[in-house]
């Protein structure tokens, strides 16, 4: 297949939240729109779903049990509002209640040697190294597509950790580098966590997100106001997960000019 300049590809990555939390509600099961693809990250043998292929976006997105999460609607917003001849696909990268340093390539081996058991069998499903799993599949799908942006959210893990931008703009130079891509064609989008207007759990780090487009010209924060949560003010609600996902698209469409 050669490469189509029509086809925008996005990368996901980050933790639960990312993932899209377990529970997927009638109204997200569909139809989905073609024009809208996710390519599989592992196999999901249960939707009939090979690693490194791509498949009409019906979620989950990133792992045979996950929900619905920011990707959903983000790439539903961009397919309903772009020209008819975009298609739009997701890359979904993710791993509950991980620490940005899981996606530090020449650490991540030695983060998952302490992780709990339930988070070894998700790193294991991505060959042990999250990071190389994500470049592996950017790689594959720049054969297809064009990478258009590189979506964010995670922190819950890294609460208050100050050096947080610093090392998210080292994550983002490390996927330029490897991807051959250039920062100004590839803005990242980095999601709050839960508000503190929802009693957000871990609203503290909100402020610490923020301080991103300091450090990186390309980034842009995605407020998450207003988004309902579940009851541990840990994670979105579905309605929250639609939410977030349009804002995501929204300042995407912005940066595309459209």
Known sequence: ???????????????????????????????????????????????????????????????????????????RTLVEKLPAQIKVGIVNVSVAGCKLEL????????????????????IAAYGGNPYLRLVELGKLAQKDGVIKGILLHQGESNTGDKDWPKNVKAL???????????PEDVPLLAGELVHKDQGGACASMNPIIG???????????????????????????????RELGKRYAQKMLSLLGG
């Open 1 to 75: 297949m050669r490469q189509d300049k029509n086809f925008y590809v996005f990368l996901s990555l980050g933790q639960s939240n990312m993932e899209g939390f377990p529970g997927i509600e009638e109204q997200d099961k569909g139809p989905v729109s073609e024009r809208f693809q996710v390519l599989a990250a592992v196999d999901f043998p249960s939707q009939k779903r090979e690693k490194g292929r791509w498949y009409t976006a019906t979620p989950p997105l990133c792992r045979p049990n996950a929900g619905i999460g920011p990707s959903d609607y983000f790439g």
């Open 211 to 241: 301080e991103l487009p300091k450090l990186i010209p390309t980034a842009h924060v995605i407020s998450s106001a207003g988004c309902p949560s579940r009851p541990d003010h840990l994670h979105f609600t579905p309605t929250g997960y």
């Open 172 to 182: 983002y130079e490390s996927l330029l580098k490897d991807l051959s891509l250039k």
């Open 103 to 122: 996606f530090d390539k020449d650490h991540a081996a030695e983060y998952a040697t302490t992780a709990p058991g339930w988070m070894k069998g998700i």
